[in-house]
């Protein structure tokens, strides 16, 4: 029942980080201080990796870039990939890492200022590894959907008052 | 010009009070009647794919073989109510169509039908529409607006032709134990009477109550009209699709008024609602959001100066007590609306019974509801 309610509660986050406790406590009947327990527990337990925040940088009127690179690499002894992905995870433009099947072993999310610091980062940091065989990437033209939220302002309409 | 019963039928009387939510600008609304998730993607899927095929050709008046297999299916194994597909289920333009073929097939003029209060707005306009007399007996607060079987007696005259059951309730929310629904049992059995059952909010249902369908009951199967539809658990009211089991003189009866009058559902629709009874996983998540939303509510509204609600155990409605503000629920509603910028429904649109309390649906986000009691908070300090 315990492992119910917490899977309850992250759901609830997941959806919306900033939800007031007392919002989350009354939804799932337990009481504000145990929200507060099952969420610092979940945290110090790594199921709750960060709270961040999915932004519109275009609707902010900021400019961004963002890629999708595919990586061929030679696995290492003992290792795999493991080395190589720390190495590229140390840059704070790759938002995200996987090693993944098919012609390519790594899929990154790379989330620049403009495409030059893409192409920066892929001709300095990236093509120059020695295990790393080749990269095949995509520049982004337009976000459809991103952090599970959809960017089209179409919806569906209802009435405002109906019985 | 107009016709002398369609004159005397009032229009609902809060019209005004609709046309003034249409014009405010910048509202936060409690008013909506209707799911605010979209309809399962498999249902839509097969909506389309109806299109696509060409199946967009009349169907039988009775409704596709199918899916009448479908919902005989689901009424055996979810209601307890075993009925032939093929002569004892209608499928209809919504629950709503549903309804008044009920009353037209069992209603001559004089007849009297009871109808709890507060209910559905369109119970009594239907009554009338059909020369009946719908004899409203109130429910309270203090019985959770349950209606009570020694109630029901009392308005029993030799007139009486059928009592009319909601459960879940809107406005109310209240859900009929099964004790409430055997005590109507007895008495339908007794007078020989019939029951309408409109179960359109069967699914949403909350704090480990259930749902009973009392033409499960025994000695109730033949003199139950049993009223469903897809709306409500399927967010699919747009699409308008219901349906009607009951014994097969009264189904033939219905079907003979809708095969002049409607002659069949939109083929699409029912390709669509195929669909519905695999919708489990869709459903629950629904309803266990619906639930949250509920507590959100419910606790919010406890806290504001001068009001008080029960919880309400189904549909998705909170039903506020505002008497203490001293207004009336149209009073209420329309400051509130004007001074607070939050839409609510009069509590007597539903009924006499209904004043001095307003409908507040939690079909809208958590988001708006936070707005809502937000600004009811401000509204009702200010009336101090």
């Known amino acids: ?163 | 010009m107009i016709a002398k019963r369609v004159r005397e039928i009032p229009f609902s009387g809060i019209r005004r009070f609709f046309e003034l939510v249409q014009r405010t600008k910048g509202i936060v609304s409690l008013g909506v009647g209707e799911p605010d998730f979209p309809t399962p993607e498999p249902m839509k899927n097969a909506g389309i794919r109806a299109i696509e095929n060409d199946y967009t050709a009349y169907t039988s008046n009775y409704g596709i073989p199918e899916l009448r297999e479908e919902i005989a299916r689901k009424l055996r194994e979810k209601n307890g109510i075993d009925r032939d597909p093929e002569r004892e289920i209608l499928v209809t333009v919504g629950v709503s169509e549903a309804l008044d073929l009920a009353i037209r097939a069992i209603t001559d003029p004089g007849d009297e039908i009871i109808v709890p209060d507060p209910s559905y707005v369109s119970y009594k306009p239907n009554i009338w529409f059909a020369y009946g007399n719908p004899i409203a007996v109130p429910t309270t607060e203090e019985n959770e607006f349950r209606i009570q079987s020694e109630d029901i007696e009392k308005s029993i005259t030799k007139k009486t032709k059928a009592i009319l059951i909601p459960t879940p309730n809107n406005p109310t929310g209240s859900v009929m134990r099964k004790k409430d629904l055997e005590g109507v049992a007895d008495i339908a059995i007794e007078k020989d009477l019939l029951v309408i059952s409109d179960e359109l909010y069967e699914k949403l249902i909350y704090d480990n109550e259930k749902h009973y369908s009392i033409g499960s009951f025994n000695g109730m199967e033949d003199r139950t009209i049993t009223l469903n539809g897809f709306s409500k658990a399927y967010a699919f009211t747009g699409w308008r699709l219901g349906y009607a089991a009951g014994n097969p003189e009264i189904i033939e009866a219905m079907m003979k008024i809708h095969q002049y009058t409607i002659m069949c559902t939109p083929s699409m629709s029912q390709y669509a609602a195929l669909h519905a009874f695999e919708q489990v996983d869709a459903v629950r998540e629904m309803v266990k959001e619906y639930d949250r939303r509920r507590k959100l509510l419910i606790k919010g509204l406890r806290e504001l100066p001068g009001i008080s609600c029960i919880t309400p155990k189904g549909a998705f409605y909170a039903f506020p007590n505002i008497k203490e503000t001293g207004m009336s629920s149209e009073r209420f509603a329309e400051r509130l609306l004007e001074n607070g910028k939050v839409a609510v429904v009069p509590g007597n649109t539903f009924g006499d019974s209904g004043e001095g309390y307003v409908r507040c649906s939690y079909s809208v986000s958590r988001k708006s509801i936070s707005e809502a009691l937000d600004r009811m908070e401000k509204f009702m300090k200010g009336l101090k």
């Open chain 1, 1 to 163: 029942m315990a492992k119910n309610t917490d899977i309850e509660l992250l759901k609830i986050l997941e959806e919306d980080a900033r939800i007031p406790t007392d919002e989350i406590a009354t939804m799932l009947g337990i009481s504000g201080p145990d929200v507060e327990k099952r969420i610092n527990d979940m945290k110090s337990d790594k199921v709750i990796r960060r709270f961040k925040t999915s932004i519109d940088w275009k609707v902010a009127g900021v400019q961004r870039a963002l890629a999708i690179i595919q990586v061929k690499v030679v696995p290492q002894e003992r290792d795999g990939f493991s080395k190589t992905c720390k190495a590229i995870a140390k840059d704070s433009r790759v938002k995200d890492i996987f090693v993944a099947t098919g012609e390519y072993d790594l899929i990154i999310l790379v989330e620049a200022k403009d495409i030059d610091e893409i192409s920066e980062f892929i001709t300095d940091k990236l093509a120059p590894k020695k295990e790393v065989t080749g990269t095949n990437t995509h520049i982004v033209l337009r976000e459809f959907k991103r952090d599970g939220v959809i960017s089209s302002t179409e919806q569906g309409r209802r009435l405002k008052v109906s019985f």
